[in-house]
């Protein structure tokens, strides 16, 4: 489908600059906000800076920076004047690496002074590192630059209609990135589509919750506020606790977040004396299903419209529901934005309304194919369509529904986790034969990840020792919840793993009775756990994951056990002995020794 539009971001920013000037743009906790008319001079100044380090109009530039206004400042320079790849700083160093080559990056702009996974990386790869620097006093969005191997000064020269604007990434049941290229013509589109769906005018001002090392994030909540004159807030902590006292400091009119962290703030909310006060017309929840009873919590307790959104990295927003008085189907993630959808029958031909089928979408905003990757591409597109992998319906009124997946991508809370991945890390342990890795429903994640896996008869193993092997080869979002030890993985006919069987059989489990706490210490764990989890049948051998925990409870979990014991811990010790008597005796040593830095152990 032909591109309507044929503009670039750089000529809407510039022009919603100069129509803007003395309107605010970005705002941060702790720092006096940034004006348009400074926004423009701060977008110049890197554009400057880039071009004398020799980085101009093609050059692939990757950002992997901690949230802040500076990841979008710089996400906004980049992409206005160059090829901007955001990175999310917390993947493992090899992972990176792989990004780097595949996206053919030319240099990687980080943190003054960071020694981080991403720099390891470029390091390792031969990528040119640009550091920024940031004054803790400067108005929001403010830095410099500094490029540690600069190349021959280029002339500045604006991008094209046709250029590549954004780089992102997905990654198949392989596990093998892909690389998608986003035209800087789409990129507009995507925006003003936001704008027009989402209503957004100058009195809008967007909480940037959803992360922007996602398209997602910078096509949904970072460019549609600043074409129209409104404005974004950038935290540069995403816990619930701040993101609450965001609503109240910074009076933002909409926010983005997965359904996970709706619950934690819905869980802030609740344990606040007083209501807490918001400017919010709506609230959109993005990345995976919502249960229905607490969509309607959360528009009780906001007293704003929840509105679900259904979109993927390749495609831009493929659905959301309508705004009130309509009300979506239950069920039902919306109708088509700007967009065509159809389902895909098992003949290959577009199947009835109301016939299950592969989900497929085309419009202006869905990219035109993978980087380098013929073969990925012809696989990904049906005569013009693109082929989202989701099993669906459409009803008789234009509603989407979602039924599964054809792809077994885990999606854990907005996380894409290829099971091939983790399965090669579990492999690498020299006592494991066998692995497997499956999902499993979640009550805030929509669903979790789960490994079973065979170990050799002369070798034993604890779920510590695996969980401490696994810790230093995934990310955090990557770890398997549960690991159950099997003696043989079940296979269908053709000798594949049965994933499906797997989680059946664990679902299938008889709950053991209820052990209740032995000693003070894990009396104490479990009422945390209790209190955070909001059920008071908390056992000693229960695992606070499978129980309904994630990362921003646990990150609650950690906070409870500074504010009762003066002990500092880092989240991995939670995940690595996520029951209640595990985790209390590794409190309790942490306790006896009072000199230790207990915030250094991870255990």
Same mark, same amino acid.
């Given at each position: 489908?032909?591109?309507?539009?044929?503009?670039?971001?750089?000529?809407?920013?510039?022009?919603?600059?100069?129509?803007?000037?003395?309107?605010?743009?970005?705002? !941060?906790?702790?720092?006096?906000?940034?004006?348009?008319?400074?926004?423009?001079?701060?977008?110049?100044?890197?554009?400057?800076?880039?071009?004398?380090?020799?980085?101009?109009?093609r050059s692939r530039l990757a950002v992997?920076?901690?949230?802040?206004?500076?990841?979008?400042?710089?996400?906004? !320079?980049?992409?206005?004047?160059?090829?901007?790849?955001?990175?999310?700083?917390?993947?493992?160093?090899?992972?990176?690496?792989?990004?780097?080559?595949?996206?053919?990056?030319?240099?990687?702009?980080?943190?003054?002074?960071?020694?981080?996974?991403?720099?390891?990386? !470029?390091?390792?790869? %031969?990528?040119?590192?640009?550091?920024?620097?940031?004054?803790?006093?400067?108005?929001?969005?403010?830095?410099?630059?500094?490029?540690?191997?600069?190349?021959?000064?280029?002339?500045?020269?604006?991008?094209?209609?046709?250029?590549?604007?954004?780089?992102?990434?997905? $990654?198949?049941?392989?596990?093998?990135?892909?690389?998608?290229?986003?035209?800087?013509?789409?990129?507009?589109?995507? !925006?003003?589509?936001?704008?027009?769906?989402?209503?957004?005018?100058?009195? &809008?001002?967007? #909480?940037?919750?959803?992360?922007?090392?996602?398209?997602?994030?910078?096509?949904?909540?970072?460019?549609?506020?600043?074409?129209?004159?409104?404005?974004?807030?950038?935290?540069? $902590?995403?816990?619930?606790?701040?993101?609450? &006292?965001?609503?109240?400091?910074?009076?933002?009119?909409?926010?983005?977040?997965?359904?996970?962290?709706?619950?934690? #703030?819905?869980?802030?909310?609740?344990?606040?004396?007083?209501?807490a006060q918001h400017a919010l017309r709506?609230?959109?929840?993005?990345?995976?299903?919502?249960?229905?009873?607490?969509?309607?919590?959360? =528009?009780?307790?906001?007293?704003?419209?929840?509105?679900?959104?259904?979109?993927?990295?390749?495609?831009?927003?493929?659905?959301?529901?309508?705004?009130?008085?309509?009300?979506?189907?239950?069920?039902?993630?919306?109708?088509?934005?700007?967009?065509?959808?159809?389902?895909?029958?098992?003949?290959?031909?577009?199947?009835?309304? &109301?016939?299950?089928?592969?989900?497929? +979408?085309?419009?202006?905003?869905?990219?035109?194919?993978? =980087?380098?990757?013929?073969?990925?591409?012809?696989?990904?597109?049906?005569?013009?369509?693109?082929?989202?992998?989701?099993?669906?319906?459409?009803?008789?009124?234009?509603?989407?529904?979602?039924?599964?997946?054809?792809? &077994?991508?885990?999606?854990?809370?907005?996380?894409?986790?290829?099971?091939?991945?983790?399965?090669?890390?579990?492999?690498?342990?020299?006592?494991?034969?066998?692995?497997?890795?499956?999902?499993?429903?979640?009550?805030?994640?929509?669903?979790?990840?789960?490994?079973?896996?065979?170990?050799?008869?002369?070798?034993?193993? $604890?779920?510590?020792?695996?969980?401490?092997?696994?810790?230093?080869?995934?990310?955090?979002?990557?770890?398997?919840?549960?690991?159950?030890?099997?003696?043989?993985?079940?296979?269908?006919?053709?000798?594949?793993?049965?994933?499906?069987?797997?989680?059946?059989?664990?679902? =299938?489990?008889?709950?053991?009775?209820?052990?209740?706490?032995?000693?003070?210490?894990?009396?104490?764990?479990?009422?945390?756990?209790?209190?955070?989890?909001?059920?008071?049948?908390?056992?000693?051998?229960?695992?606070?994951?499978?129980?309904?925990?994630?990362?921003?409870?646990?990150?609650?979990?950690?906070?409870?056990? =500074?504010?009762?014991? %003066?002990?500092? +811990?880092?989240?991995?010790?939670?995940?690595?002995?996520?029951?209640?008597?595990?985790f209390a005796g590794e409190i309790s040593?942490?306790?006896?020794?009072?000199?230790?830095?207990?915030?250094?152990?991870?255990?």
């Amino acid at each position: 489908m032909p591109i309507r539009y044929a503009g670039t971001l750089a000529q809407l920013l510039d022009a919603s600059i100069q129509a803007h000037a003395n309107r605010l743009a970005v705002l !941060a906790p702790g720092r006096p906000p940034l004006t348009y008319a400074k926004l423009g001079h701060q977008l110049d100044a890197v554009a400057r800076t880039l071009a004398d380090a020799g980085y101009g109009r093609r050059s692939r530039l990757a950002v992997a920076l901690p949230a802040g206004p500076e990841f979008a400042v710089v996400v906004l !320079a980049v992409c206005r004047t160059a090829v901007c790849a955001p990175l999310n700083p917390q993947l493992e160093q090899e992972t990176l690496a792989g990004l780097l080559r595949a996206m053919r990056i030319d240099a990687l702009i980080v943190a003054e002074g960071e020694d981080s996974p991403a720099v390891r990386a !470029a390091h390792q790869t %031969g990528v040119a590192l640009v550091r920024l620097k940031a004054a803790p006093c400067s108005d929001a969005g403010v830095f410099t630059l500094v490029a540690e191997r600069p190349r021959a000064s280029v002339v500045l020269e604006p991008p094209a209609p046709e250029d590549i604007a954004l780089l992102g990434h997905t $990654s198949g049941t392989t596990g093998t990135p892909k690389i998608v290229p986003y035209e800087q013509c789409r990129a507009v589109e995507a !925006a003003l589509n936001r704008v027009a769906s989402g209503q957004l005018g100058e009195s &809008d001002r967007i #909480l940037l919750v959803t992360p922007l090392y996602s398209l997602g994030g910078i096509r949904r909540t970072l460019l549609p506020p600043l074409l129209v004159g409104g404005s974004i807030v950038c935290p540069v $902590s995403h816990d619930a606790k701040a993101l609450v &006292d965001h609503l109240q400091e910074h009076s933002p009119t909409e926010f983005m977040a997965s359904p996970a962290m709706l619950l934690a #703030l819905l869980d802030e909310f609740g344990r606040r004396e007083s209501r807490a006060q918001h400017a919010l017309r709506r609230i959109y929840s993005t990345f995976s299903e919502l249960p229905a009873h607490v969509r309607d919590r959360l =528009e009780t307790e906001f007293g704003v419209p929840i509105v679900l959104t259904y979109g993927m990295t390749e495609t831009g927003n493929i659905a959301q529901t309508p705004f009130p008085p309509e009300r979506a189907p239950p069920g039902s993630v919306g109708r088509a934005v700007k967009k065509e959808v159809a389902v895909v029958g098992t003949e290959g031909q577009i199947a009835r309304r &109301d016939s299950e089928g592969e989900i497929l +979408v085309r419009g202006t905003e869905v990219f035109g194919g993978y =980087e380098n990757d013929a073969e990925s591409t012809r696989k990904a597109f049906l005569d013009g369509w693109f082929r989202t992998g989701d099993l669906g319906r459409i009803d008789g009124d234009g509603f989407v529904f979602l039924v599964g997946r054809v792809k &077994d991508i885990i999606n854990r809370g907005g996380d894409k986790i290829a099971p091939s991945e983790v399965e090669s890390a579990l492999m690498q342990h020299p006592a494991v034969r066998d692995a497997a890795v499956f999902s499993l429903p979640h009550p805030t994640l929509g669903e979790d990840v789960a490994a079973a896996i065979v170990v050799g008869n002369e070798h034993w193993i $604890s779920e510590r020792e695996m969980r401490s092997h696994l810790r230093r080869r995934l990310a955090p979002f990557k770890m398997p919840t549960r690991i159950i030890v099997m003696d043989a993985l079940p296979r269908n006919q053709l000798g594949k793993v049965d994933r499906a069987a797997l989680a059946k059989g664990v679902e =299938e489990e008889s709950p053991p009775d209820m052990e209740a706490p032995q000693e003070e210490w894990e009396v104490r764990v479990a009422r945390i756990f209790s209190a955070v989890l909001a059920d008071p049948h908390i056992g000693r051998q229960d695992n606070f994951f499978e129980r309904g925990g994630d990362s921003l409870r646990g990150m609650r979990v950690l906070a409870s056990i =500074e504010e009762a014991f %003066g002990l500092k +811990v880092r989240l991995e010790l939670l995940f690595d002995n996520p029951t209640v008597a595990a985790f209390a005796g590794e409190i309790s040593a942490l306790a006896r020794r009072p000199n230790d830095m207990a915030e250094s152990s991870g255990h």
